[in-house]
């Protein structure tokens, strides 16, 4: 039997490292390491072939949170650089590839089991070769579109949380210039995502004539927002209206005929709000195009180990290509 390939997972919070064989995660070999242990991904890789005695992996693939060109990239939330040299060194595999982590989630859609999947807009099951849209929502945001053609499947990189925040009422641009005091620019990933929700709670709070209340982190406003707490649920409000605009301008630019997978710790928190929260009007208030927004599904994916299996799957047809 072939040595396994292993696989490195680097969010903008924690690196998920598994082992696959045949285009497959092998079982119980998934684990995580907070980023703020370690100062580079290297002892990250020698931690886990330590404690888990694995051998020189056949190959190695890397997915991060942040653009990749020419076989390097640098993490968007975390001070880390990495290159296709680094994971070579550090594991040993003789075929490396990088990927930016949308690109890994992306090639997983159609091998996610139907339990990790939560549909918001139920729709048909995709056509063969039908445009899918995979939208990450945690530490950052991004999307990527997944297109499958005869030569296989192809997910380009993107940056999508880096664009500007969508502005449709003078409250939205009062929310920009809050919001742009931290970089100069309102992006989109500075609203939705885990620091982005914190910011809108402290842009209600202080709307509301109560910033000493805006001392709660993400987690704690969503348990307050079960709860009932009005200042919370208006900030998950806000949210879901601007997760919702945002996931139709970037409907309206790829036309996913086969569905958009809303993916991360974040989108999960959100799933049980986001038709109460008029994600779904949102989403479909383009005007004329309103009508032509009803043929996208949404769906949120709960296996937050999804990349890993994108790129054991990536991996594969790289391997089987030679």
């Given at each position: ?38 100062d580079s991904l290297e ?83 995709p056509r063969l070769q ?188 790289l391997l089987e290509l030679?």
């Amino acid at each position: 039997m072939t040595a396994p390939s292993l696989l490195a997972d680097i969010g903008g919070t924690n690196t998920r490292v598994a082992l696959a064989r045949g285009g497959k995660v092998i079982h119980g070999s998934v684990r995580h390491y907070p980023n703020a242990e370690f100062d580079s991904l290297e002892p990250v890789l020698h931690r886990y072939i330590a404690e888990t005695g694995t051998e020189t992996p056949a190959a190695a693939c890397l997915a991060m949170a942040g653009p990749v060109r020419e076989g390097v990239g640098t993490l968007t939330n975390l001070d880390w650089t990495l290159d296709a040299a680094t994971l070579a060194h550090a594991t040993g595999a003789g075929t490396v590839t990088l990927l930016n982590d949308l690109q890994a989630q992306g090639h997983a859609l159609g091998h996610l089991p139907s339990e990790a999947l939560y549909p918001v807009i139920a729709g048909p099951p995709p056509r063969l070769q039908s445009t899918q849209l995979v939208i990450g929502i945690g530490t950052g945001f991004n999307a990527a579109p997944v297109f499958d053609t005869p030569a296989g499947r192809f997910v380009p990189p993107s940056e999508s949380g880096h664009v500007a925040l969508p502005l449709r009422d003078e409250r939205d641009v009062r929310l920009a210039q809050f919001l742009e005091t931290a970089h100069g620019f309102a992006a989109v990933e500075d609203a939705l995502s885990g620091r982005g929700l914190v910011a809108l709670h402290e842009f209600v709070c202080t709307e509301a004539g109560a910033p000493g209340k805006a001392t709660l982190k993400g987690k704690q406003i969503m348990a307050a927002v079960a709860e009932g707490d009005a200042l919370c649920r208006e900030a998950v409000g806000l949210f879901s209206r601007l997760l919702g605009a945002v996931a139709g301008d970037l409907a309206l630019t790829q036309l996913p005929f086969g569905g958009l997978f809303l993916i991360g710790g974040v989108a999960r928190a959100m799933a049980p709000y986001l038709v109460e929260m008029r994600f779904v009007e949102s989403l479909r208030d383009k005007g004329r195009f309103s009508g032509f927004m009803e043929q996208f599904s949404v769906t949120v994916v709960s296996d937050d180990d999804a990349a890993l299996i994108g790129m054991a799957l990536h991996l594969q047809a790289l391997l089987e290509l030679g």
